[in-house]
């Protein structure tokens, strides 16, 4: 079944840690996507990627990096997590360029990532 | 500038009593529409979306949502609320290349 997975699902961790979020999806998409969710919030587009060894920073700035080495996989890392890194971190994927343009996004389930 | 704005942060209906959730966008070309569903613990799962054509679509579950350009719209509907429906409730707006726009959310509570 084509899916989306993320893991950890949830992750509590002192601040400097390094730790890599990781998100993979079996539909072959193209682009790929991570968002930063918190409550009352709209999601925040940190990061995308457009296919293999594209990847560009998206609205929100933050100081987390990823890297788009195979089709499925799109990890996001950050080097030395910090207290405002508290948040969930959702990834998502579309198709690549289609006629209407596919543009709906299949989501994972999230990563609630706690920072002390 | 592009938006979405979800008035109500939360709204709370008896279990079978009619539902509109409403939703306004600002973008200068036709609209992408789409209305997501979150349950606790979960992404975000897509619910019905709006490209061209009929103004009123179709979605899972009963749900229905209207297109209303002069009212810059896209409100969602149902006639009657099942307990399962509570949720949050986003509503987007697609630019037709990688960006999505999403709003705040909604989260629905439904009293038996």
């Known amino acids: 079944e084509a899916d989306i997975y993320q893991t950890p699902r949830y992750l509590v961790i002192g601040t400097g840690k390094k730790i890599t979020l990781e998100c993979s999806q079996t539909m072959g998409h193209d682009k790929m996507y991570w968002y930063q969710q918190d409550p009352g919030m709209e999601l925040h587009l940190i990061h995308y990627?457009?296919?293999?060894?594209?990847?560009e920073k998206g609205d929100l700035s933050s100081e987390s990096t990823v890297s788009r080495i195979r089709t499925e996989h799109f990890p996001l890392t950050l080097e030395s997590a910090r207290p405002s890194h508290t948040s969930q971190y959702l990834c998502?994927?579309?198709?690549?360029?289609?006629?209407?343009?596919?543009?709906?996004?299949?989501f994972g389930p999230g990563t609630r990532l706690t920072v002390l | 500038a592009q938006s979405v704005t979800q008035p109500d942060i939360h709204i709370t209906v008896s279990e079978g009593a009619s539902l509109e959730l409403r939703c306004n966008y600002s973008y200068g070309a036709t609209p992408y529409l789409f209305w997501y569903v979150q349950s606790p613990g979960q992404g975000l799962q897509l619910l019905l979306k709006y490209f061209s054509g009929d103004t009123l679509v179709q979605g899972i579950k009963g749900f229905e949502a209207e297109f209303k350009r002069s009212h810059s719209s896209f409100n969602r509907r149902k006639p009657s609320v099942h307990w399962s429906d509570a949720a949050e409730y986003f509503c987007a707006v697609g630019t037709g290349g990688f960006k999505t726009i999403f709003g705040a959310g909604t989260r629905l509570f439904v009293k038996a």
């Open positions: 990627s457009y296919g293999v060894n594209s990847t």
């Open positions: 998502a994927s579309s198709e690549g360029p289609t006629n209407p343009p596919a543009i709906e996004q299949f």
